[in-house]
């Protein structure tokens, strides 16, 4: 029903509580018309989208002053533990949301926790009451005149309780990532330590994505975890389509990185960029490239050092993962220090366009395909005597090399010879 004269921006919050046919319904009012999306865990598809390029990215890290990260619990229903969380929270004049997503036992529920919890009072509200009615019963809570708010998800967003530090969630395998998030951010919002029960009826009600998202937010409880657990609900869920209207959804036909990669190609060229030739480097070398588990246990921050390592654009951002690994887990034994080589090595054989850097016990080291000039091939050699270029073949050879290798001297004769080429 609103036709504005002159539309310019249009902004959205709580992005992920849109379809995509209401983001685009809106941008039908003008064809060229900037838009503003706001949220704390954005949609696999828009963060994707945000990832490959197709949309600009802003993360606000910052907090509010005060704020202490919450204490947050899974596991199989208790209702001695739900009593005990209750107790806790009412000892220092607090309250709690009690979140049962279902209206047709609520009821029951609510009986249910007055007998848990005899002398808490307990509020009821839910999504199919008067809305009158609702705002009665949310003036009464923020008043203090009740202690439990038994609720659905309606509480989800927009509300500013400072003294509601405890949230209890039955069937939070249910929930989406994003919904839980968010539900968790229903706490915590003064500087009382706030704790968050996530309940599920038993192990064999669990599916393996329900597993996924409950451990996600176990891991990651500092403030500000938004963009973290919105990356794990796009690994979880897949990243959906970008040209149609599925939010989630891996893309089987051609693979996801592939899928991603080819989507940043085009939106790289469509900007006019040049886009490099990714070339697929093969180092083979006797030696051993790997982070053991007994120095960095997280199976997940061993997964994501090899990929920084694996996708790196620069030598200093190799240098930052080792300087990391350091400060965090001490100093690293010689295979990590051997993967950190063998990446910067991955890195200048690519930016030199060089396919192969291979051990031989006849020949030592020769990098394969290389295109060099006689003259600069003189000089090479004239600089290092242990290099040497053979045209017919477009190799390069690095001679007196043992099977100890020395990653180190290996690097250095490879900056030798790009400074060459």
Do not use: W
């Not at 006019?272 to 588990?293: F, T």
Request: positive net charge; glycine residues 8%; hydrophobic residues 35%.
């Amino acid at each position: 029903d609103i036709r504005p004269k002159d539309l310019g921006l249009i902004i959205v919050d709580e992005e992920q509580k849109f379809g995509v046919g209401s983001k685009e319904k809106i941008k039908l009012l003008k064809t060229e018309v900037d838009v503003l999306t706001l949220s704390a865990t954005p949609i696999p598809r828009t963060l994707h989208m945000s990832l490959t390029g197709v949309r600009d990215i802003v993360l606000i890290e910052t907090h509010p002053e005060g704020r202490n990260p919450i204490e947050t619990f899974v596991g199989e229903i208790d209702y001695q533990v739900v009593r005990r969380a209750i107790e806790r929270e009412l000892a220092r004049a607090g309250q709690v949301y009690y979140v049962y997503n279902r209206i047709s036992g609520i009821e029951n529920k609510k009986i249910q926790l007055q007998q848990l919890v005899p002398e808490a009072r307990v509020a009821l509200t839910h999504g199919r009451m008067d809305g009158s009615r609702i705002e009665e019963i949310m003036s009464d809570f923020v008043n203090k005149k009740y202690d439990i708010l038994l609720t659905t998800s309606i509480i989800e967003s927009g509300m500013d309780i400072g003294n509601v530090n405890t949230l209890i969630v039955e069937n939070s395998h249910l929930f989406g990532l994003s919904q839980l998030y968010q539900l968790r951010g229903r706490v915590g919002r003064s500087s009382e330590r706030a704790y968050s029960y996530l309940f599920y009826p038993g192990r064999g009600n669990l599916s393996l994505p329900a597993f996924q998202r409950l451990k996600t937010l176990t891991e990651y409880t500092d403030l500000g975890s938004g963009y973290n657990i919105a990356m794990r609900d796009l690994e979880i869920r897949g990243a959906g389509e970008i040209l149609g209207p599925r939010q989630h959804g891996h893309i089987n036909s051609v693979g996801f990185d592939m899928y991603c990669q080819i989507v940043k190609e085009e939106i790289e060229k469509l900007k006019g960029k040049k886009i490099e030739e990714d070339i697929n480097v093969q180092i083979d070398l006797p030696v051993s490239a790997y982070i053991p588990k007994s120095y960095i246990e997280s199976e997940r921050d061993r997964v994501n050092i090899y990929k920084i390592l694996g996708n790196a654009k620069s030598l200093g951002e190799i240098d930052q993962v080792r300087k990391g690994m350091n400060l965090r887990y001490k100093k690293a034994p010689l295979v990590v220090d051997n993967l950190v080589n063998i990446a910067k090595l991955k890195y200048l054989l690519r930016k030199a366009k060089i396919e192969k850097l291979v051990f031989s016990d006849e020949k030592g080291i020769y990098l394969k395909k290389v295109d060099m000039s006689q003259g600069k091939a003189r000089e090479m050699n004239r600089k290092n005597k242990n290099l040497s270029y053979e045209p017919v073949s477009k190799r390069i050879i690095i001679k007196k090399v043992s099977k100890n290798i020395d990653l180190d001297l290996v690097l250095g004769s490879l900056n030798d010879i790009m400074s060459f080429m």
